[in-house]
Nanobody, 114 residues
C-alpha cells in the first residue's frame, strides 16, 4: 500500500517561493508507469491540478502554473518536490500530492500572508 506525505512550511510571505516535499513509502517513484502529481484546493474552490512528474522524470505542468512552477524529484529519498514562485494570497490552499488518481496524501495547508 503506497503512502504519500506532504511536508513544508505552513506560512509563506507574498513574492516568496513555496517549496513542498512529498515523501513516498510503500512504492518507488521510478516504478513504470506511474505519474506523481501536485494538486491544490483553495478555500471555497475546487481542485486545481498543478503538474506532475512521471516515473521516468518527465514533467508536465498546467498552463495556469507553468511559468512559475518547478517539479523535481530525489530518487535516492523517494521524494518529489513542488516549487511555486512569486506566491500571492491567491495561492493560499491545501496542497496535495498524489499517485495517479487513487492514492493521495492527507494534504498540507499553506497560507500566503505577510
Amino acid at each position: 500500500q503506497v503512502q504519500l506525505q506532504e511536508s513544508g512550511p505552513g506560512l509563506v510571505k507574498p513574492s516568496q517561493t513555496l517549496s513542498l516535499i512529498c515523501t513516498v513509502s510503500g512504492g518507488q517513484i521510478t516504478t513504470n508507469y506511474y505519474y506523481w502529481s501536485w494538486i491544490r484546493q483553495p478555500p471555497g474552490k475546487g481542485m486545481e491540478w498543478i503538474g506532475a512528474i512521471a516515473y521516468n522524470g518527465t514533467t508536465y505542468y498546467s498552463p495556469s502554473f507553468r511559468s512559475r512552477t518547478s517539479i523535481s524529484r530525489d530518487t535516492s529519498k523517494n521524494q518529489f518536490t513542488l516549487q511555486l514562485r512569486s506566491v500571492s494570497p491567491e495561492d493560499t490552499a491545501v496542497y496535495y500530492c498524489a499517485r495517479g488518481y487513487s492514492d493521495w496524501g492527507q494534504g498540507t495547508q499553506v497560507i500566503v500572508s505577510s
